[in-house]
């Protein structure tokens, strides 16, 4: 094989690990509550959660409805949430930076509760 034609190759395996790598610079997964849930309000509920935050990224925070009700300092793991009321709620997990503002990584889960 000739150095020229290596070269090709590896430059699309170069940039094919770029692209994987800039993929992964920050996300969020709420692996509990599944999306569409019904929890029982009578029930400590939980949310389990990874976190990468990336370059940008210090910490997450946990939202019910807008309203930031929890701050994650582990990249996994879980947070108790209090007695939620029963009706529609949205739960968030955002990734913010050292001044707790979102960088706009979040991931969101909508759940009803009876």
């Known amino acids: 094989m000739r150095i020229s034609s290596i070269f090709p190759i590896l430059g699309a395996a170069l940039l094919a690990c770029a692209q994987i790598s800039f993929a992964e610079d920050a996300s969020v997964k709420i692996t509990a509550p ?58 968030c997990v955002k990734v913010v930076d050292k001044g707790h503002t979102p960088i706009g990584v979040e991931q969101c889960v909508k759940v009803t509760v009876n």
Not at 66 to 83: D, F, M, P, T
């Open 34 to 91: 599944a999306d569409g849930a019904t929890l029982d309000a009578m029930t400590k509920n939980q949310v389990v959660y990874e976190v990468i935050p990336g370059p940008k990224g210090d910490h997450s925070h946990l939202y019910v409805d807008e309203k930031e009700v929890g701050i994650l300092r582990q990249l996994k793991g879980s947070y108790a949430l209090a007695k939620l009321s029963p009706g529609q709620h949205d739960i």
